[in-house]
């Protein structure tokens, strides 16, 4: 064990941060490609195709963009609740909840003029996924309960929720008997923007108003307090119970709002698959984003062109999509690992230096 | 031995980026000797020591042990040469007994012989004057105890050079008397010790020489017997430092913080502080004296607003702040600084630069929702040039400055907002000599601008020098208010163990 040795680094430069993520990015690639060796694949092809298959054509970039809406969205409302350390694992359940509420005005006032009708969706959908956030943060402000667990099975009771009224009072008379949720009429869907649906405006909008929000305002500021220290946010006077449920409501809206552009342009109706894991997904980009706005842009577009070009090789090259998976898991676990390489220097000098202390210890 | 020497460092050089922490430093330790290495906060002390320990690698120099040039790349690698070094914060198991705290790690059997082992610790607790009960778990340990298993445990793994980081900023004097001796034995059984401290009585009572660190630099080896304490201050420091703490009485003072008959309760709702009143007056510094624990925390904190009373009343110039929030009191204008026990956990966020450290107070009374910078980042300027803070810029996360310049970033904080009340806890702990007494004269500059002080503290001789008046607590009960001009040391003691005194002084 005396060959390699550890040593904390205190202070690194941030470019030599910045190298040692993108070797950490490379080995991911690599890695990931000798899996695919393994399975007969060819992965400098495999990749390639990811690449065509993602951003190749007019329409599969404009697909890609549409998976990087929801992703960007939801990461940015994981975002606010991670800054507070406070570990919101409840998005999917967020944006379903969201995605309900969208539906329940889209479906019972369908009648009403489009942008009346957006708006009052995109108020619901944002309500509801609050709400839904709202609940555990309030046991956790009032009673201490662990955020964790509470909010990875509201998860599920909005699943089950969704799947009853898909099954029951919502069903489509109309549907012959499928359990499905009926249509939402033309004017509930969002409307395009050169050729993709509005979401991607929203999007761009909240990264900047999230960096704002964050690094500029004093909520973002106590937000930062609260995650970095309760005690300190305590003595300096912070409101900590307001704080915590200020920013739940931010970040379960954030992931509402991210259910009902899902329900409207995508969907155009309510499933309980609706958030498509997206709400999982957006932890990891918001982590890789090391909790940053305009980072996790960056992140969930690379994100997406994965999820993307994993669609594309199945249909075109016969692959399976988990080829996709593999590379997101191989990323993640590396660049997860290079954050002890930024903290720590390991140097493997000692193999020749061993030599010296054995000679002393013979002293 | 073979040689006088058990240690010899030569040249040592190691750097942390830009901060260069030891800059050739030379040291040479004795078999048989006991070696204070002696240095404010930051001076380098711990940094050569670790290198000694195999925890870092210096940049330059040589290390010899016994006259045989080394390399250690692991503390393993120096251990084997019989170095043990005992941290300051202990490292054992809490749930094991003393002698599996021993063995742990060690190579071995996969079956302990545990009555070899407990005969193997008795052997060398009788070759040293240990004195331990080897089937004893940590957690039933007092701090001396576990600081006597630490020294049993090196020694055990074949130490015969020990270094000791501040081995006496947790015991009691009574505990301090015994490791000294402990520490004198070794020495007699021709162990090299090296004693890492700042405290200059102890070095005068038990070493033989001394090195005196400055900077990152070595000042200078000297025979303890042949200096005084002047001259080792003046090579820690590198000026002459006037050790007396001044203390001015100014005129007319008028009442600025009325605490009567305040009650509080604990966590477990048994009394923390019981039916205590006092008055402080503006230009004064009013000392509470006390053994850990005795209500000073809750004092403190019931005072910022922190913790609710269970009875009584506070009065801030006249209104009563009971029940106040510390929002409230920022919103009401109430000018109160409070310095808390716990620095990085309370007062300060370690991970923020010293600009969001200062914008901690002020934000809540800027106007709208955007955070202002700009104010604070001329604060923060004025505070470190002020203050003689030293950071490499004001945008260096707290956590990374040293301990006197952390708390000076939290004072400047504090006596920036131009407080009528100041409430310091343990203000000093943890420091050293000059940042302890730029400290003392930034409390009397607040005293003398009219600040009515509030001093925590634990070292009855600084509390008798500074304070103008003491409160004495014990077990949340106000024992005594006295003028430390008209009674002992002894008598204070006596307060603090929950004795009366005849000659009641000061206002009660």
């Known amino acids: 064990m005396n060959f390699i040795k550890i040593t904390k680094r205190d202070d690194l430069p941030r470019n030599k941060a910045i190298l040692i993520r993108g070797v950490a990015i490379l080995l991911s690639l690599i890695c990931a490609g000798l899996v695919m060796l393994i399975f007969g694949l060819e992965p400098i092809k495999i990749y390639t195709e990811i690449i065509n298959g993602s951003l190749?054509?007019?329409?599969?970039?404009?697909?890609?963009?549409?998976?990087?809406?929801?992703?960007?969205?939801?990461?940015?409302?994981?975002?606010?609740?991670?800054?507070?350390?406070?570990?919101?694992?409840?998005?999917?359940?967020?944006?379903?909840m969201g995605a309900m509420a969208a539906a329940y005005v889209a479906l019972n006032y369908g009648e009403?003029?489009?942008?009346?009708?957006?708006?009052?969706?995109?108020?619901?959908s944002m309500l509801a996924g609050g709400i839904w956030a709202f609940i555990p943060a309030f046991f956790k402000?009032?009673?201490?309960?662990?955020?964790?667990?509470?909010?990875?099975?509201?998860?599920?009771?909005?699943?089950?929720?969704?799947?009853?009224?898909?099954?029951?009072?919502?069903?489509?008379?109309?549907?012959?008997?499928?359990?499905?949720?009926?249509?939402?009429?033309?004017?509930?869907?969002?409307?395009?923007?050169?050729?993709i649906h509005a979401g991607w405006i929203i999007a761009l909008i909240l990264v900047v108003l999230m960096y704002?929000?964050?690094?500029?305002?004093?909520?973002?500021?106590?937000?930062?307090?609260?995650?970095?220290s309760l005690e300190t946010a305590r003595y300096a006077g912070m409101n900590i119970k307001s704080i915590i449920i200020t920013a739940m409501l931010i970040s379960g809206g954030l992931c509402g709002l991210t259910g009902m552009i899902q329900a409207s342009a995508i969907e155009r109706t309510l499933t309980s698959g609706i958030s498509a894991g997206y709400g999982f997904t957006a932890i990891i980009t918001a982590w890789l984003a090391r909790l940053n706005a305009i980072a996790v842009l960056v992140v969930c577009i690379l994100f997406a062109m994965l999820i993307q070009g994993g669609a594309y090789l199945q249909i075109a090259m016969n692959v399976p999509e988990s080829v996709a998976s593999l590379v997101q898991g191989s990323v993640l676990f590396f660049v997860l690992g290079s954050d002890f390489f930024i903290q720590y220097k390991v140097s493997l000098q000692g193999l020749f230096r061993k030599k010296n202390a054995e000679e002393g210890g013979a002293a | 031995m073979q040689d006088k020497v058990a240690i010899e460092m030569k040249d040592i050089s190691k750097a942390f980026g830009a901060v260069k922490a030891n800059e050739n430093i030379n040291l040479s330790v004795l078999n048989g000797e006991i070696h204070a290495l002696l240095g404010e906060n930051g001076a380098g002390k711990s940094t050569l020591m670790n290198m000694l320990s195999g925890i870092y690698n210096p940049d330059g120099g040589t290390i010899s042990i016994y006259g045989r040039e080394v390399k250690f790349n692991s503390p393993k690698d120096?251990?084997?040469?019989?170095?043990?070094?005992?941290?300051?914060?202990?490292?054992?198991?809490?749930?094991?007994?003393?002698?599996?705290?021993?063995?742990?790690?060690?190579?071995?059997?996969f079956f302990t012989r545990g009555k070899e082992l407990s005969r193997k610790v008795r052997e060398i607790s009788d070759r040293y004057g240990l004195d331990i009960n080897p089937d004893k778990k940590v957690y039933e340990m007092s701090v001396g105890e576990k600081q006597t298993l630490e020294i049993i445990k090196v020694l055990y793994r074949g130490a015969k050079i020990l270094i000791l980081d501040e081995p006496t900023a947790v015991l009691t004097p009574q505990e301090i008397k015994r490791l000294f001796q402990i520490l004198r034995n070794m020495k007699e059984e021709g162990c090299a010790v090296v004693i890492i401290t700042h405290k200059l009585n102890e070095v005068m009572e038990i070493s033989d020489r001394v090195t005196v660190l400055r900077k990152g630099n070595s000042i200078g080896t000297v025979e303890t017997s042949k200096v005084e304490v002047s001259n080792l201050i003046e090579m820690m420091v590198g000026k002459k430092v006037d050790l007396a703490i001044k203390k001015e009485t100014f005129a007319n003072p008028k009442p600025l913080l009325d605490v009567d008959n305040l009650s509080v309760l604990d966590k477990e709702k048994k009394p923390a502080l019981d039916q205590v009143s006092f008055t402080l007056n503006s230009g004064e510094i009013l000392g509470v004296a006390g053994v850990a624990g005795s209500g000073q925390k809750e004092l403190c904190e019931t005072i910022a607003g922190l913790i609710h009373a269970d009875k009584g009343r506070i009065f801030f110039e006249g209104g009563n702040i009971v029940g106040k929030t510390p929002r409230d009191i920022i919103r009401l204008g109430i000018r109160m600084g409070f310095i808390p026990e716990d620095r990085l956990g309370m007062g300060l966020v370690g991970s923020m630069d010293i600009v969001h450290n200062l914008i901690l107070k002020d934000y809540q009374s800027q106007p709208g929702i955007f955070l202002k910078r700009g104010p604070c980042v001329e604060k923060a300027n004025k505070i470190v040039s002020r203050l003689d803070i030293s950071t490499p810029d004001i945008y260096t996360p707290v956590k990374r400055l040293s301990g006197g310049n952390i708390q000076k970033v939290l004072l400047g904080r504090e006596i920036d907002a131009a407080p009528k009340v100041l409430i310091t806890a343990y203000a000093?702990?943890?420091?050293?000599?000059?940042?302890?007494?730029?400290?003392?004269?930034?409390?009397?500059?607040?005293?003398?601008?009219?600040?009515?002080?509030?001093?925590?503290?634990?070292?009855?001789?600084?509390?008798?020098?500074?304070?103008?008046?003491?409160?004495?607590?014990?077990?949340?009960?106000?024992?005594?208010?006295?003028?430390?001009?008209?009674?002992?040391?002894?008598?204070?003691?006596?307060?603090?163990?929950?004795?009366?005194?005849?000659?009641?002084?000061?206002?009660?």
């Open chain 2, 78 to 109: 120096s251990i084997r040469m019989g170095i043990g070094m005992i941290h300051q914060h202990f490292k054992l198991v809490d749930v094991l007994t003393a002698k599996e705290n021993i063995v742990i790690g060690q190579k071995g059997n």
């Open chain 1, 112 to 124: 009403t003029p489009k942008p009346v009708l957006l708006l009052l969706m995109v108020i619901a």
């Open chain 1, 141 to 195: 402000a009032k009673m201490g309960t662990n955020e964790t667990i509470f909010t990875l099975m509201m998860n599920y009771i909005a699943i089950k929720f969704v799947t009853y009224l898909q099954y029951g009072p919502w069903k489509d008379p109309g549907a012959q008997g499928f359990p499905k949720i009926a249509q939402f009429g033309d004017n509930a869907v969002l409307p395009a923007v050169f050729g």
């Open chain 2, 428 to 508: 000093v702990r943890g420091l050293d000599i000059g940042a302890s007494y730029k400290i003392y004269d930034l409390l009397n500059e607040q005293k003398a601008r009219g600040v009515g002080v509030l001093f925590i503290g634990e070292d009855i001789d600084v509390l008798m020098d500074l304070c103008d008046r003491i409160v004495v607590l014990c077990g949340g009960k106000l024992t005594g208010i006295v003028d430390p001009g008209q009674v002992t040391k002894e008598e204070i003691g006596l307060l603090m163990a929950g004795g009366t005194l005849e000659k009641e002084v000061g206002q009660a």
């Open chain 1, 56 to 96: 190749g054509s007019e329409m599969r970039i404009k697909q890609t963009i549409i998976k990087a809406i929801p992703l960007v969205i939801t990461s940015l409302g994981i975002l606010v609740a991670f800054k507070m350390k406070f570990w919101n694992i409840g998005a999917e359940g967020q944006i379903i």
């Open chain 1, 212 to 228: 704002i929000f964050i690094n500029h305002t004093k909520k973002g500021y106590e937000i930062t307090v609260v995650g970095e």
